[in-house]
């Protein structure tokens, strides 16, 4: 079993930076890999970034992509998300997710407010 917790969300204006960082405890399991999905009031869920722990691959959603920055420290098994030059629609709940095992398995974090105003 593991667990995530997330901090480092806030608010911010519209143009600014804000750093998301997600600590994954998984005392008898392997991480694969983690990342960020977020949730906007009224919309489903949607994938944000990931990072492969063995390859150190990153992935971004279109939106994101040249502005937000996915990174890890294994050692630590914690994946941070840089995010600048954000825009108001970038408000949301952002989850961290893990994926360990073996075997595969995927865990959530609770989730953390992020607010960007115009």
């Known amino acids: 079993q593991a667990q995530l917790v997330e901090s480092g969300g806030g608010l911010v204006q519209a143009g600014g930076s804000l750093t998301l960082s997600c600590a994954a405890s998984a005392r008898t399991f392997s991480v694969y890999t983690m990342g960020w999905s977020r949730q906007a009031p009224g919309k489903e869920r949607e994938f944000v970034a990931a990072i492969s722990w063995s390859s150190g691959s990153t992935y971004y959603t279109d939106s994101v992509e040249g502005r937000f920055t996915i990174s890890g420290d294994n050692a630590k098994n914690t994946v941070y998300l840089q995010m600048n030059s954000l825009k108001p629609e970038d408000t949301a709940v952002y989850y961290c997710?893990?994926?360990?095992?073996?075997?595969?398995?995927?865990?959530w974090g609770k989730g953390t407010l992020v607010t960007v105003s115009s």
């Open positions: 997710n893990a994926r360990v095992g073996p075997p595969a398995m995927d865990y």
